[in-house]
């Protein structure tokens, strides 16, 4: 508890942007509220920010790792590009669920581990070396799919991707699992405190005894992890592979989500459970702007004006200033 | 001195009666593709095919993967190869002088697929490709005899903003629907023409409009759109094509099986056949020297459920889209 306060208090610019963001949603559709029950599942345009923040947010689980320990994974896009199309080929081709479901995973976890060795073993810098993996990603994907949507019907796969547990949207469930599992690892162990230090310097970290390159591939691997994840939903709920378009971007959406978290793109302090905030945070954006009936033109400017404004909002020295109600961080401890 | 006179006159003639069958037969055609960005484009690749053996047609094939040099390149070789004809779909509008120059210089005619080009008319034959905003046109006509006079709420999913397909089909759309006041437009987003934006956004028209109760119809600019949206649809409870009537453009193989299901109700045809047309126009030239037209524009034709969708499934199924 004593640990949850500062925590809180901390978040406290993120916590008024989301509020923010709900409100001009609210203002912009007094309806945005409203939640009902629809064939055994809550419905409404709240779920839809959950449910559709909810493969950025895997991503940005891994993301945030990757960035904690001084680096950056743009293939995640292409990455679930992949896994969507491995596990809807294998789907149509008749494996089963299981198979099919670590098939797709392992190929996540595979790709991880290429871009963890180029980075750390082979020193590449990582924006470099998962650019890489970026590119001919969504190639390899196009060559699994041949070019084409792969569509399929199993009621398995689906239930990924649209089912519902406990009235929530299985992709709601899902990333909840992985953020909590992962912060258990991370916080209930000294993992977190090793990727922090590697991130902040590798070398010291490695005289100091942590196996740094073990331990950055372990990172790459998982993030690798979370997009096959996220990449398994995002073509369950449109019961197709789309190589061309699946992922298309969202290593970015990410990348920014881990950024309004708070996450330092320097690495060293990072918080999971904020950059998960960050995501839901740019979708909350996104519904609002389809729910708010505005011209697609102006899609992409209001998007741009209130990330702006989110950035602003954690910035040291506006704080500093006393415009807004954040402490100068002056100690660096962890917080989840 | 006479032998090498005869031998002239005869090889001459050979020559000639060679180039008689050229003409009536085997062409030589280059084809430069932009690449396979879309399932369209490969079914427009594997129907040119298609078309040239089905021709007796030599179809040299070149894919660009999405690159104006590589296209550049292939137009060079084929002006090397002596081809009788190149077929070239553009990946962007400018830039084309030079190369198409050097074919005009060659006497090798030039015909653009599907997209235009800017630049003067004189660097190539013909252009064959589809009027967009017919397209748009004849989903609206369909869905204002459809609404019989009854008011219509249309929520439209747009294509990538600033896209021609985008602006055209929505601008044909309207012009259809203007002399209808019962029909309205009440939303409009785009989509990104993807399944999966397709969904997003139809998600949120439901929880905006009461849960979809407003809705009468949707119009998506491409199928993959609609399929998506059908899918938010059925979540939210309600029945496509029933409780919204759904139509859309492009008629890939997956909006018939919709179609067959009574989820979706009618199909625009942006039809992946630009190189018949083509040959049309080319045989036609190399016969008689005839001139056609500086553009062909194919049919927009309409499908809805009662055109045997599961068949046309069937046979659009295997071209690659």
């Known amino acids: ?336 | 001195m006479i032998n090498v006179l005869k031998s002239i006159v005869l090889g001459s003639t050979f020559a000639l009666a060679l180039a008689g069958s050229v003409s009536a037969a085997s062409l030589t055609v280059g084809f430069s593709q932009i690449g396979s960005e879309s399932g369209w484009r490969a079914a427009e690749t594997s129907v040119t095919k298609q078309q040239a053996e089905k021709r007796g047609v030599d179809l040299k094939f070149a894919d660009a993967q999405q690159k104006q040099e590589n296209q550049i390149k292939a137009i060079r070789g084929f002006v090397a190869q002596g081809v009788d004809a190149i077929l070239v779909a553009p990946v962007v509008a400018t830039g084309w002088e030079a190369v198409l120059q050097e074919a005009k210089d060659a006497d090798i005619p030039v015909i653009l697929l599907d997209r235009g080009i800017d630049g003067s008319p004189d660097l190539y034959m013909t252009m064959v490709a589809s009027d967009q905003v017919l397209e748009g046109k004849v989903a609206g006509e369909w869905l204002v005899k459809q609404a019989a006079g009854k008011e219509c709420n249309v929520v439209e999913l747009q294509g990538t903003t600033g896209s021609s397909p985008a602006i055209n089909r929505k601008k044909g759309f309207e012009e259809a629907i203007a002399g209808t006041p019962t029909i309205k437009i009440i939303r409009s987003q785009t989509g990104d023409f993807t399944r999966a934006k397709g969904k997003e956004v139809m998600e949120g028209f439901l929880k905006a409009e009461s849960g979809g109760k407003n809705i009468c119809a949707l119009y998506a600019h491409n199928d993959d759109m609609a399929v998506g949206a059908i899918q938010a649809i059925k979540e939210a409870g309600l029945k496509p094509g029933t409780d919204i009537k759904v139509v859309s453009i492009d008629a890939v193989p997956d909006i018939f099986k919709a179609m067959a299901d009574g989820e979706a109700n009618a199909t625009v045809e942006l039809t992946p056949n630009m190189a018949g047309p083509a040959f049309d126009a080319l045989e036609k030239f190399k016969a008689d020297g005839t001139l056609p037209p500086k553009q062909i524009i194919t049919e927009s034709k309409l499908y809805t459920q009662a055109d045997d969708p599961m068949k046309v499934y069937e046979e659009k199924k295997g071209l690659g889209y």
């Open chain 1, 1 to 336: 508890m004593s640990r949850l306060v500062p925590g809180l208090r901390k978040a406290a610019p993120q916590f008024v942007c989301l509020a923010m963001i709900l409100f001009f949603n609210w203002l912009a559709f007094p309806g945005f509220f409203d939640l009902r029950i629809q064939d055994g599942r809550l419905f409404g345009s709240l779920v839809d920010v959950l449910n559709r923040g909810a493969p950025v947010a895997i991503l940005a689980v891994g993301m945030t790792a990757v960035i904690a320990s001084k680096g950056v994974d743009l293939s995640v896009g292409a990455v679930m590009a992949m896994a969507g199309a491995v596990a809807a080929t294998m789907t149509v081709s008749g494996h089963p669920l299981l198979v099919v479901l670590l098939s797709a995973l392992a190929v996540g976890v595979a790709c991880g581990l290429l871009n963890g060795l180029l980075v750390a073993v082979l020193e590449l810098q990582p924006i470099v070396a998962t650019l890489i993996l970026m590119v001919a990603g969504r190639g390899i994907a196009q060559l699994i799919t041949k070019g084409v949507i792969v569509t399929f019907n199993d009621p398995g796969l689906i239930f990924v991707g649209t089912g519902s547990f406990l009235g929530l949207p299985m992709p709601v469930i899902l990333a909840a699992a992985l953020a909590i599992f992962a912060v258990a690892v991370v916080r209930r162990t000294a993992l977190g405190l090793l990727i922090e230090s590697t991130g902040v310097n590798r070398s010291a970290s490695t005289y100091a005894g942590i196996n740094s390159r073990l331990l950055m591939v372990m990172i790459y691997a998982f993030s690798g992890f979370c997009a096959a994840l996220a990449g398994v939903i995002a073509a369950a709920d449109i019961r197709g592979a789309d190589a061309n378009n699946a992922g298309l971007w969202l290593e970015l959406d990410a990348i920014l989500a881990v950024v309004i978290g708070g996450t330092s793109l320097l690495g060293g302090r990072f918080s999971i459970l904020m950059s998960v905030l960050g995501a839901i945070i740019i979708q909350a954006m996104n519904t609002g702007i389809l729910t708010s009936g505005f011209p697609p033109e102006y899609n992409l400017v209001v998007k741009a004006c209130v990330i702006i404004m989110i950035l602003l909002a954690q910035s040291v020295s506006l704080g500093a200033a006393g415009w807004l109600p954040r402490r100068v961080p002056a100690a660096k401890s962890k917080e989840a």
